[in-house]
């Protein structure tokens, strides 16, 4: 596994809500469908693999929040999410516990 995977991994951290809205009105937050793999997404991005990435967009698998998934999540601000860094995008996915 490449250097990048690892770091990317150690990275991902769970969030609530309430610590990515900031991220929101910045424009910096794009979700993930829960089936897609946020460290491979990751990876793709700061490997600039825009066939991927776009793939992603098309499918409706990767995008920026709608207004009323933002509105249901002020709702809920203790709601988890898997959350990484890569430049200059926060990458999230929402996290359903039992």
């Keep these: 596994m490449s250097e990048m995977v690892e770091r990317f991994k150690e990275d ?31 990876t793709a991005i700061a490997r ?5 990435i776009k793939t992603l967009i098309v499918e409706g698998k990767l995008g920026k929040p709608s207004v009323e998934e933002i509105k249901a999540w002020e709702k809920q601000m203790d709601k988890p ?18």
């Design 48 to 52: 600039d693999n825009s066939e991927q």
């Design 12 to 42: 991902l951290a769970e969030v609530c809500w309430r610590d990515l809205r900031t991220h929101v009105q910045r424009d910096t937050l794009i979700t993930l469908a829960p089936e897609i793999d946020l460290v491979e997404v990751a």
């Design 81 to 98: 999410f898997l959350m990484l860094i890569v430049q200059p995008y926060i990458l999230t996915q929402a996290l359903c516990h039992a």
